[in-house]
């Protein structure tokens, strides 16, 4: 069946970085587009970021500046490079993959950002 696996997130300090992967199997990966979604506590799920099979990018405001969407399709991973990370960037980070009717869902990342 469809598969994708997050990793990369962790406890990071405040100002810190960290870089989500996102690998993929069984789509073909190229036409999708493809997602970061978060999840904080007693929030809603949100859009963080996404990028299109041509590479046309879009971002939440409050992280635009500070987040990096990338795909690798060689890989079938997509990335999240994030840097100068805040408190209120803390949640469980998903990612997804949509064509047409199909939507997949990874089980998601912790990101922790703590002092």
């Known amino acids: 069946q469809v598969q994708l696996v997050e990793s990369g997130g962790g406890l990071v300090q405040p100002g810190g970085s960290l870089r989500l992967s996102c690998a993929a199997s069984?789509?073909?990966?190229?036409?999708?587009?493809m997602g970061w979604y978060r999840q904080a506590p007693g929030k809603q799920r949100e859009l963080v970021a996404q990028?299109?099979?041509?590479?046309?990018?879009n971002y939440a405001d409050s992280v635009k500046g500070r987040f990096t969407i990338s795909r690798d399709n060689a890989k079938n991973t997509v990335y999240l490079q994030m840097n100068s990370l805040k408190l209120e960037d803390t949640a469980v980070y998903s990612c997804?993959?949509?064509?047409?009717?199909?939507?997949?869902w990874g089980q998601g990342t912790q990101v922790t950002v703590s002092s």
């Open positions: 069984r789509i073909t990966f190229s036409i999708y587009l």
């Open positions: 990028i299109g099979s041509g590479g046309t990018t």
């Open positions: 997804r993959a949509a064509w047409g009717g199909n939507i997949y």
